[in-house]
């Protein structure tokens, strides 16, 4: 195994060297273990999958892609922000850039290299806590995408994530900054796809600053092909008063993890983090949430569901951590899971740990099949069984999916989701 | 319309149809009445067909066909209709979807064009309009925080809407209050033509103030003990089981 660590490492010494944060993450490269099945965060989680490939450093595939090939993806119109990484790699050329009041978008590289405001703090949320991905995701990371926002902006910016190569078991490390200002309101729309079959990984890292009285919406889809590895990393901090509000709904990838990291360092913020996941065949969708209330006065709810089928394998792994001085939190975590087959498997783990004494948390979880009255009052009415049972769990999945805020997000989750449970439903 | 001969059900081995006889016509409204645990609401599911419970012996014949080897979708392709004594929730499906899902299941299964969402809505508009419904219902998630008496409501407008041939109505009237009984009423009272029969199983004779029946039987220990018009159920009203119960051990 330790051949995975060596491997890293020499795809970090070897990658260009363009700005000092990478010699973070190849000094955590030198240092980090890897993950394994002993350590509680990984416990779950199956590894082998990721280790028993050496990927090689994805590179920028200028020309691959044309603008037209974006625009079959997006789910925003096609005048408004759509920032397209294509291997992690900011491309210009297939992204829509129209200037906009209040808005600042940049690739990462040339925001470090021109010390764009608030640059300083990449890093500064993902360093604490870079496992060997984490370390990689710096130590490879060159382009990315930088934004800020100093307005209440109307019109939603999107973001796609792309992997797509010529090559096979290609490794991209998106890299995505945010910085909402005081005040300021954004809604992020971020979508992982692929064009291509191809075994590739992505493991990217997102870093969210919410200034005071910030506002972000931010629903996230992830329908890479069957094949991917999708790792991401996303960051979240929250001053005073303000609001974030996250749906990440997690459909595609033979292997994917999705790790939620949220800090309140102001009072009286709110955040909603909901997720969903569908794991059928040899997939596995893995959540994992550390929400950290170390100030009073803020509230949190953290609310997850996912559909496990054939032989799929979920993972919900939610801890909210309430530190002595943050009395008069409010945070509700919840996990309910559907699961249509008996290889199907779930191994959820919600936890609250609290060490303030006047505080509401709760969390629950709840793990369960097909409702056999649900299926005999819709049979009664009409409809055969196979499209009553797929009903019933897009019905499941809709009232997560209603969350993104976002329509053209949530009928593009809604019809991915009626496309695979279709044929599973009508062999129940 | 409907013909029961000597039906015998169980659920998890318990017998709780032990010889039930009923002949329906077209047309015909039939109360059934009775105590609980008669078997009322088994056999509105065995009509269903819902699959828990066991059919040991009997037959059920609906128009010519042999309802009992019809799965319950098959059913209600053939017209038949269960208004729920408990309706489900069905969380995240839209109440509007449900119904012209189910419209449009029954209409394909019958060789019929299927009815856009525009000229669904149209059709689901009238019938709430005749009904004095709420349009709201339409949007939100079928039966998902909705009272008892919209749950009712909802499926009085499910079955306007899809005109079954045979009507089963559970319970429908237990937990109204007046004015969702009369609505309830409404909606069975419009169905009423020569070609539709229905079957309204009821506890209470007030439901029967509403809705006429050309007969009335009362259902107890499995089986049908008496029959007679509607000046049965008044009787039933004035004196309880108790008696018939008592006549039919002796």
Known sequence: MSAALNHYQALAAAAPQTHAYQAIGRERLSLVELPNRKQEAWRYTPLAPVLDHQFTAASREEGLLEPEDIASLRVTPADHVCIVLLNGFFMPELSTLPPQVGLEVLDLEQAIQHSAIGIERLGSLSGACLDLFGAVNAALTGSGAYLRVTEKLTQPVEIIHLNYSFESEVLSNPRVLVQVAANARLNLIEQHAQFADLLSMSNGVTEIFLSEGAQLLHPRLQHDSVRTRHLSHLYVQQAATSVYKGTSLALGSAWSRTEFHLDFVGEHAHCELNGFYLAGEQQMQAMHLDVLHSVPNCTSRETFKGILYGHGKGVFDGNILVKKDAQKTDARLSNDNLLLSREAEIDTKPRLEIYADDVQCSHGTTVGQIDPEMLFYLRARGIPKAEATSLICQGFAAELIAHCEYPALEAKALSILQERLAPVAAKL | ?250
């Open chain 2, 1 to 250: 319309m409907l013909s029961i001969k000597d039906l015998q059900a169980s659920i998890n081995g318990k017998e709780i149809l032990k010889g039930l006889s009923l002949e329906m016509g077209a047309g015909e409204v039939h109360a059934i009445m009775g105590p609980n645990g008669s078997g009322k609401s088994t056999l509105s599911k065995v009509l269903a067909g819902r699959e828990e419970y066991e059919v040991t012996s009997g037959t059920v014949t609906y128009q010519g066909v042999n309802l009992l080897e019809l799965s319950p979708e098959e059913r209600a392709h053939q017209g038949i209709f269960m208004a729920f004594q408990y309706p489900v929730e069905l969380p995240g499906v839209n109440n509007t979807y449900f119904m012209q899902a189910s419209l449009n299941a029954i209409r394909k299964a019958r060789g019929e064009p299927e009815l856009n969402s525009l000229n669904f809505m149209k059709l689901v508009r009238t019938k709430l309009k005749a009904l004095e419904m709420d349009e709201s219902l339409l949007k939100r998630a079928v039966n998902t925080g909705f009272s008892g008496g919209e749950m009712k409501r909802n499926e009085i407008l499910q079955m306007t809407l899809l005109e079954p041939r045979l009507s089963i109505l559970d319970e429908t009237d237990s937990g109204l209050d007046i004015d969702a009984l009369r609505m309830v009423s409404m909606g069975v009272n419009s169905l009423r033509s020569p070609e539709r029969s229905m079957l309204v199983i009821t506890h209470y004779q007030r439901l029967l103030d509403y809705i006429q029946p050309d007969y009335v039987h009362v259902l107890s220990g499995g089986r049908i003990i008496r029959s007679g018009d509607k000046s049965l159920a008044l009787e039933l009203e004035e004196k309880g089981y108790g008696w018939l119960q008592e006549e039919a051990a002796a």
